[in-house]
Each structure stands twice: as C-alpha cells, then as structure tokens.
C-alpha cells in the first residue's frame, strides 16, 4: 500500500518538473525524526530526486541527538548540523543563505512548524521554488499552503489539491 502512494508521488513530481532542478533540502530533526512520524530519510530523498537533483541535504538536531542518530543520518546521505541552540532558527539561517545563493533552484523544508512559512514566502520571493515535507497530526495548514508543493508522508487518505501531495 505505502509503496504505491510512494509510486504516487514520484508520478505526480516528475510531471509537475520539466527540467532537472537543482534541491536544497533541510530536516527539522527534532520535531520530524520522532517515532510516531517514523520518518524515513531515504525514502524523502527518492521522493524529492523524482522533481530534480539534490545538490544540499542536512538534518538539523539538537545537543541531545545520540551518536546512533547522527550516524544513520550521515548512512542515509545527509549532513547532520548538531547545534547547541534553538535548531530553528539555526535551520532559517541556512535557509535564507540558501535562498540569497545561486546554489539551488528548489527549497524543500521537512517540517511540521508554522515558523518556517516566512522562510517559505522570502524563497519565493527570490525566484526559488518551494517544497514542504511534514507529517501529520500538527502539519501546519498555513505551512502547507504557502510552498508550491506539500507533500504530506504519512496520510492515509488522498484529498485532491492542485500542491498537496499525501503519502
């Protein structure tokens, strides 16, 4: 079941891309890689590489992250940013670097956090394209409507929406 959803939205992405784009991709590690989400991290990158090439991909985590976690991220491809301090708004500070840099054409954020829609508004702003991943329950409504395309991973049921992809 899950891996036809899977299938889905890979669908759905490489029609919605007519060229290669060039993705940053940024985790909130804290309040994503939690065990009622069981966020997978390979499988939003098999996802997100169906829309274009993922040029940055990092997972911010916190001080309490245990080496075992820091570890797997690093296994599934992604660059753990271990801060000491509030991780979000250590990941706007990347985003916005993203944003103001020639580096990338997509920004794609892995969150549930309503905080980030500012993040999402200035990248579009500057031309980038926008990707929201998050799971539910908590997904942020405004957070989904404000990116060019959400996806939500762990949902059931499919509602049709010209940018809400559920998986």
């Known amino acids: 079941m899950k891996s036809s959803r899977i299938q889905k939205i890979k669908e759905l992405l490489k029609k919605k891309s007519t060229q290669r784009k060039r993705i940053g991709v940024l985790v909130d590690g804290p309040n ?20 274009g090439d993922i040029k940055i991909a990092k997972v911010f985590l916190n001080q309490y992250a245990t080496d075992k976690l820091v570890e ?8 753990p940013i271990v801060t000491s301090g509030d991780v979000d708004v250590r990941m706007a ?20 956090d309503a905080d980030f829609k500012a993040v999402l508004m200035k990248a579009m702003e500057m031309g980038k394209e926008t990707i929201i991943v998050g799971a539910e ?9 404000a990116a060019d ?19």
């Open 32 to 51: 994503m890689l939690r065990k009622e989400f069981n966020t997978n991290l390979r499988e939003i990158r098999e996802i997100l590489s169906e829309y």
């Open 72 to 79: 797997a991220i690093e296994n599934q491809g992604f660059e």
């Open 93 to 112: 500070v990347e985003a916005m670097e993203l944003i103001y840099s020639d580096a990338i054409d997509v920004l794609a954020l892995v969150t549930r």
């Open 137 to 145: 329950p908590g997904f942020s409504t405004a957070l989904k409507n």
């Open 149 to 167: 395309i959400a996806i939500v991973l762990n949902e059931e049921e499919s509602r049709d929406s010209e940018n809400i992809i559920e998986v």
